[in-house]
Structures are given as C-alpha cells and as structure tokens.
C-alpha cells in the first residue's frame, strides 16, 4: 500500500511486482559476489547485507575423541540501520 502510494502506482499488483523484482535483484546480486569476503550492499534507512565467511574448523567431537574438520562457511549477514537499529 505504501509503495503504491509513495510511487503512484495504478494498482496493488504493479507494486507487488515491483517489490518483487528489487528483492530478486538483491538476492541476484548477493548470489553473484557469494565468494567475495566482506561483499556489502546498503541500503539506506532500512540497512546492509554482509557476505562472511567461516575458515573451516577443526573440533573434537564429544564422547568419541574424533576429531573433524568442519567445512568453510559462506552467510549473508543483515544490520539494521537508521529506526530498525534504534528500535534493537
């Protein structure tokens, strides 16, 4: 209803498709640069998305003794900025 509004849209579906393509070009774009460490897209007042990436791990395993090497990580991290932050 609000982008609607903000963007005098004619309908609820021309914004419903809008919103959906900008979240496919942001997860796009998150996917395309997954194996850049430190990768960060801003967005402003809403926040950012991180890519971090884990070394893998070696770790003794409890009652048995064994040890194993996890494997290396990849996560997309999100910090909220602006009124998000402020309402943690």
């Known amino acids: 209803m609000r982008v ?3 963007l005098n849209l004619a309908t609820k579906k021309e914004a419903s498709d809008l919103t959906n393509i900008l979240v496919a070009c942001l997860e796009d774009t998150l996917i395309e640069h997954l ?3 430190r990768f960060c ?3 402003n007042g809403l926040g950012k998305f991180a890519v971090h990436h884990r070394p893998a791990i070696r770790r003794k ?3 048995s003794g064994e040890i194993r090497d996890l494997p290396v990580k990849r996560k997309v991290r999100f910090t909220g900025l602006g009124k998000l932050r402020q309402l943690e």
């Open 35 to 37: 194996a850049e460490d």
């Open 4 to 6: 609607q509004a903000a």
């Open 61 to 63: 395993i409890g009652f």
């Open 41 to 43: 897209i801003k967005l």
